[in-house]
T-cell receptor
Framework: SQQGEEDPQALSIQEGENATMNCSYK?????LQWYRQNSGRGLVHLIL?????REKHSGRLRVTLDTSKKSSSLLITASRAADTASYFC?????????????FGKGTLLTVNP | EPEVTQTPSHQVTQMGQEVILRCVPI?????FYWYRQILGQKVEFLVS????????KSEIFDDQFSVERPDGSNFTLKIRSTKLEDSAMYFC?????????????FGPGTRLTVL
C-alpha cells in the first residue's frame, strides 16, 4: 500500500454509533494528521499526533498511533449526521526548511439519521 | 478564528490559457503550500514556499507552474499554459512554522476546469 492508506474506503453507520477508520503508512514520519472533507469542499484539520505520542483526544475524536505497526486509527464516538464526510490521514515528512503532507485516498463516512 | 481564503472558488478556462489562483494565508503564518486534488484522487503536494523562495516542489510542479508572494498578504499559483489534466481542486495551505509538529491549515480550494 502507499503512504497514508486508509481503510475502509467507505463506511456507513447509524447516528449514535461509533466510527473507526484506520490508516497505514510505510515510511518514517514526524507526525500524522487527520483531515475531514465535506463533499467538494476544503480540508478541515481535525487532529495532529506526533510520532512520539500514542493517543490523543479532541472532543468526540480519539486518535491512536502505533509507529511499530506504522498505523493510526481515528475513532469518532456518538456519530452525528453532520459527521458525514471523507476523512483523510496525512503523514508529515521533512523536506527542505519545512515539511509536506502526504495524503491517503480517504474513507467516505456516511452517518445515517 | 483566522482562516485561509482562496479566490476564485471556481475557475473555468480554455486549454492553453494562463490562470492565476489566489490565496490569502493566515496573517502571521510564514510557510505556504499548494496542493491539488484531481476528482476522485488523493490530495497531492505541489510546492512549499518560505521566505520568498520555493522550499520544495513535487514532480507535478514543472515549468508551467510558478508561485509568488506579490505582497504581504497574497500567495499565488500561476499555471502558464493550462492543459486538460490540470483540471482539479487546488488547495492553498499555511502554517505558522515549518516544524513537523505544526498544523497546516487549508483554504476552501479553487476548482479549476480546463476545457
Amino acid at each position: 500500500s502507499q503512504q497514508g492508506e486508509e481503510d475502509p474506503q467507505a463506511l456507513s453507520i447509524q447516528e449514535g454509533e461509533n466510527a473507526t477508520m484506520n490508516c497505514s503508512y510505510k515510511t518514517s514520519i514526524n507526525n500524522l494528521q487527520w483531515y475531514r472533507q465535506n463533499s467538494g469542499r476544503g480540508l478541515v484539520h481535525l487532529i495532529l499526533i506526533r510520532s512520539n505520542e500514542r493517543e490523543k483526544h479532541s472532543g468526540r475524536l480519539r486518535v491512536t498511533l502505533d509507529t511499530s505497526k506504522k498505523s493510526s486509527s481515528l475513532l469518532i464516538t456518538a456519530s452525528r449526521a453532520a459527521d458525514t464526510a471523507s476523512y483523510f490521514c496525512a503523514t508529515g515528512s521533512s523536506g527542505g526548511s519545512n515539511y509536506k503532507l502526504t495524503f491517503g485516498k480517504g474513507t467516505l463516512l456516511t452517518v445515517n439519521p | 478564528e483566522p482562516e485561509v481564503t482562496q479566490t476564485p472558488s471556481h475557475q473555468v478556462t480554455q486549454m492553453g490559457q494562463e490562470v492565476i489562483l489566489r490565496c490569502v494565508p493566515i496573517s502571521n503564518h510564514l510557510y505556504f503550500y499548494w496542493y491539488r486534488q484531481i476528482l476522485g484522487q488523493k490530495v497531492e503536494f505541489l510546492v512549499s514556499f518560505y521566505n520568498n523562495e520555493i522550499s520544495e516542489k513535487s514532480e507535478i510542479f514543472d515549468d508551467q507552474f510558478s508561485v509568488e508572494r506579490p505582497d504581504g498578504s497574497n500567495f499565488t499559483l500561476k499555471i502558464r499554459s493550462t492543459k486538460l489534466e490540470d483540471s482539479a481542486m487546488y488547495f492553498c495551505a499555511s502554517s505558522d512554522t515549518g516544524a513537523s509538529w505544526d498544523t497546516q491549515y487549508f483554504g476552501p480550494g479553487t476548482r479549476l476546469t480546463v476545457l
